[in-house]
């Protein structure tokens, strides 16, 4: 990419980008709106098309429900801020842009969103997916990264938890929260709200201490294969949000 700052500027608000900009502020408003933040961590990265070192981030400091398109950080793959009106957050440079790197996945989606987390607290570490209906369309699709180093303050432990990836679209991050990838920014989203709920379902059935009953893997499969197939429901869904969840133009004092 051009490195001039010029540049940098009138990519971020070509048509396209800004575009992808407006949806990456409504995914971080429905994921307050559905109650999958944590104050002002976690984050949600784009990678520009067909460019894996340039992606678009939230910015460091604001709420997910108050992030407009115009609060949108476009960045390169080593950290530095190349256009947007706010800083980043360390920790979601080494983890975004090492997934976005190493894995080679244009949305990334990291939340500690709660009931995801809690079972990354688990022996198992991860989401039974021959449980739930809303599990199944997960089954192959999942990965566990069961070792928790604390922060992900350099560059080494994103690319550490980008590699146990594996591939996988959905990670568990031990004792941490998880990780939703996908090519399409509706797409990802629809995942990451069903992996929630499909993660409440188990905790709640667990709670009863009632034994619970998991389909065959082979019906599990077919399910997500089902799924999969077609994805007209996740676009509905995004459109439905946007309805819902419209830009606001913010106040600028007088």
Known sequence: MNKDPHFADALFHAERVAGLRADLALALRAAAAHGLGEGVCNHFSVALPGDTDHFLLNPRGLMWHEVQAEDIVLVDA??????????????????????????????????????????TLTADRTLDTTLSQNAMRFHGRVAVDGEYNGLALDASEGERIARAMQGADIAFLGNHGVVVCGERLDYAYDDLFFLER??????????????????????????????????????????????????TARHQPG
């Not at 009632?210 to 995004?238: C, D, M, N, T």
């Open 78 to 119: 080593q950290g530095r801020k190349l256009a947007g009106h706010h800083e980043v957050e360390p920790t979601a440079m080494f983890i975004h842009a090492a997934i976005h790197r190493i894995a080679g996945k244009a949305c990334v989606l990291h939340t500690h969103m709660p009931y995801a987390t809690a079972l």
């Open 198 to 247: 499909a993660c409440t379902a188990q905790v709640l059935a667990q709670s009863t201490g009632r034994p619970l009953v998991p389909v065959a893997p082979g019906l599990a499969a077919k399910v997500a294969a089902q799924i999969q197939s077609e994805r007209l429901q996740s676009e509905l869904f995004f459109a439905a949000l946007r309805r819902q969840l419209p830009e």
